[in-house]
Nanobody, 121 residues
Framework: QVQLVESGGGLVQPGGSLRLSCAAS????????MGWYRQAPGKQREMVAR???????IYADSVKGRFTISRDNAKNTVYLQMNTLKSEDTAVYYC???????????????WGQGTAVTVSS
């Protein structure tokens, strides 16, 4: 069974940093685009950052210059380094990826379970 598992969330003070990780596991043949999304209370889920297999990236305007997405293809893992965190970054952060399963060769879009980030003094 293919799945995404996030880690690294928590409570941090404004101006602080956190690093989120998301590992894909299971019978994976290949991984396409990986990304991070977030959903704040009472708001819709929004894209934070995405990265292609070749390393191309795109960021939401609200996090440009503060967040960095990266991936380790050998470990099937995507990271989100979050610096200069603000209270408005408080949300549940979800990992997302296009995963091709080894045996069926079928590509589906997957979501992780989410990890909470709270920015507060």
């Amino acid at each position: 069974q293919v799945q995404l598992v996030e880690s690294g969330g928590g409570l941090v003070q404004p101006g602080g940093s956190l690093r989120l990780s998301c590992a894909a596991s299971g019978s994976i043949f290949s991984i396409g685009v990986m990304g991070w999304y977030r959903q704040a209370p009472g708001k819709q889920r929004e894209m934070v950052a995405r990265i292609t297999g070749g390393g191309g990236t795109i960021y939401a305007d609200s996090v440009k210059g503060r967040f960095t997405i990266s991936r380790d293809n050998a470990k099937n893992t995507v990271y989100l380094q979050m610096n200069t965190l603000k209270s408005e970054d408080t949300a549940v952060y979800y990992c997302n990826a296009d995963l091709r399963e080894h045996w069926t060769q079928r590509t589906d879009n997957y979501w992780g379970q989410g990890t909470a980030v709270t920015v507060s003094s």
